[in-house]
């Protein structure tokens, strides 16, 4: 059993790596600020330590770290990664001065492994997959400070001779995710026989499933003692998959009868018809994805069908 600290779990991928924590029989504790939405976590609370406090308090912080003098640390808090959270601000404190007041109260009371969300995002616009040691072109706010926190806890891990990891993750889906999001649109949208709004059909992503997603933090924290400090590892299915494929998934999975409407709402900035992992380095830990595209979305859409009420009250 470890003694875990992770903060973000009110978001989807945080969420279900708190229930595959508390699975495993660990100690959980999560940092949670104010005015937190635990709709995701609600299953959970029995279970779960839970600390509410501003990570960008940094004496709080420090005497919080202290307090639980953590084995492992999951950091998953963000803002920016939808396209709806455009403040500069906010993208600074969240993913940037809140990681260094946890990294260094962290410092102080030691640990075995620190875990720094990354994204995709850090690498801008490439025409192929690029591998964790390419040069970094952000094209947003929130890419340019996922990049600045990346390269700060690799300088510190390095100089500290600590055990500090960046997991990338590129295009995450599976149970809880964001209602407004692709795949949670495309399924709700398709129980009822239709699709939502779609941009260009040969926008691509590497479509990753929540699960593959945790195992990978799990692995990465579990391998810390043997691991070079600082590494970071694109966490990514290695194969695209384009908004056109998504919906002739959905089409034959959900048994849609109507056509999309392509163009029927604009492309974003940091769209591409290029957008896959380099998962080479990750793999070589032992680390490979279980799911392929297809086999994930079915798993997605089961859960929706088995959670109907929580679907009603939130996703509708």
Not at 59 to 79: G, K, M, N, S
Not at 125 to 144: G, M
Not at 236 to 250: F, H, L, N, Y
């Amino acid at each position: 059993m470890k003694r875990v600290i992770l903060t973000g779990a009110t978001g989807f991928v945080g969420a279900n790596l708190a229930e595959k924590l508390i699975e495993d029989g660990h100690e959980v504790h999560l940092l949670l600020r104010d005015g937190y939405k635990a709709w995701r976590i609600e299953h959970l609370l029995s279970y779960l330590h839970l600390h509410r406090l501003n990570l960008l308090d940094k004496d709080r912080v420090a005497a919080e770290i202290q307090q639980i003098c953590p084995d492992w640390v999951f950091h998953l808090a963000t803002y920016g990664a939808y396209s709806w959270q455009d403040d500069s601000t906010q993208a600074i404190n969240t993913n940037y001065l809140s990681t260094v007041n946890l990294v260094e109260a962290c410092l102080k009371t030691g640990f075995e492994a620190f875990i720094n969300t990354g994204s995709s995002s850090e690498y801008g616009l490439k025409d192929h997959a690029p591998a964790e040691n390419e040069y970094l072109e952000p094209n947003s706010y929130y890419a340019t400070t996922k990049a600045a926190t990346t390269l700060f806890c690799r300088y510190t891990a390095q100089r500290h001779r600590c055990p500090i990891f960046t997991l990338r993750l590129y295009s995450v889906y599976g149970a809880f995710e964001e209602p407004r999001r692709l795949i949670p649109s495309v399924i709700l949208k398709g129980f009822n026989g239709e699709f939502p709004y779609l941009a260009d059909p040969e926008v691509a992503r590497d479509f990753i499933f929540t699960e593959d997603v945790v195992h990978a933090y799990l692995l990465v924290a579990s391998l810390s003692t043997s691991l070079p400090v600082g590494e970071v590892y694109n966490v990514g299915t290695g194969k695209q998959t384009s908004i056109k494929d998504v919906i002739e998934t959905a089409k034959e999975v959900l048994k849609i009868k109507t056509e999309p409407v392509w163009g029927s709402m604009p492309n974003r900035s940091w769209d591409s018809t290029i957008w896959v992992a380099d998962n080479n380095k990750l793999c070589a830990l032992g680390w490979k994805p279980q799911y392929e595209f297809r086999s994930g979305f079915l798993k997605t859409v089961t859960w929706f069908q088995q959670n109907a009420a929580l679907i009603d009250k939130i996703y509708r």
